[in-house]
């Protein structure tokens, strides 16, 4: 059975920082596209970060100098380390893997204000 289990979400204030976790199960990990999109409410889940299986990563403009993806194959383990964080980063993060289909986990919810 697949699972993605998401953590490290929370309240944090404008400039804070929060890191993500995400502990698969049940897959290959290390064969596996990991990826982490976001939600907020309203809009359409769009994506944050993608690392490959050889650890390239591709971030989006918003995000990018800001936020890093990094992921730990013997943890079977996706990190988002989340750096000067702003109100419009408030959303539900959700882990994404990804090796033809895709997989979700959860979601976390990340509140940024003051």
């Known amino acids: 059975q697949v699972q993605l289990v998401e953590s490290g979400g929370g309240l944090v204030q404008p400039g804070g920082s929060l890191r993500l976790s995400c502990a698969a199960s049940g897959i290959s990990f290390s064969m596996y596209t990991m990826g982490w999109y976001r939600q907020a409410p309203g809009k359409q889940r769009e994506l944050v970060a993608t690392?490959?299986?050889?650890?390239?990563?591709n971030y989006a403009d918003s995000v990018k100098g800001r936020f890093t993806i990094s992921r730990d194959n013997a943890k079977n383990t996706v990190y988002l380390e989340m750096n000067s964080l702003k109100s419009e980063d408030t959303a539900v993060y959700y882990c994404?893997?990804?090796?033809?289909?895709?997989?979700w986990g959860q979601g976390t919810q990340v509140t940024v204000s003051s």
């Open positions: 994404n893997a990804k090796w033809g289909s895709s997989r």
């Open positions: 690392i490959t299986t050889g650890g390239r990563s």
